[in-house]
């Protein structure tokens, strides 16, 4: 079983930043991607950034710009970094891995437990 544990968050000024960081634990064959989804008050869970074990990066269009995500295989750690927030980015931020514990087991989709980002104006 993987676990993600997150880091990170708070409240901050907009035009501030925050950095994320995020490691998967536990029985781990591979992990493929990682990344970061967002859950606002009143909305949907939705993508923030994803970055694949090759090291490609797919962002939301409201991060583009803004965040950046990277990734330490070695660590298992995925990191985002947030510059320029904005109120609207305020959300609960949850890790994301698609991993699996063993050679023939299935790939899963595993979420951390999430953390408070508050942009205030």
């Known amino acids: 079983q993987v676990q993600l544990v997150e880091s990170g968050g708070g409240l901050v000024q907009a035009g501030g930043s925050l950095s994320l960081s995020c490691t998967a634990s536990?029985?781990?064959?591979?992990?493929?991607?990682m990344g970061w989804y967002r859950q606002g008050p009143g909305k949907q869970r939705e993508l923030v950034a994803v970055l694949s074990s090759g090291g490609s990066a797919d962002y939301a269009d409201s991060g583009k710009g803004r965040f950046t995500i990277s990734r330490d295989n070695a660590k298992n750690t995925v990191y985002l970094q947030m510059n320029s927030l904005k109120p609207e980015d305020t959300a609960v931020y949850y890790c994301?891995?698609?991993?699996?514990?063993?050679?023939?087991?299935?790939?899963?989709?595993?979420w951390g437990q999430g953390t408070q980002v508050t942009v205030s104006s």
């Open positions: 994301y891995a698609k991993s699996k514990n063993g050679l023939s087991e299935p790939l899963v989709d595993i």
């Open positions: 536990g029985t781990i064959y591979i992990i493929n991607a």
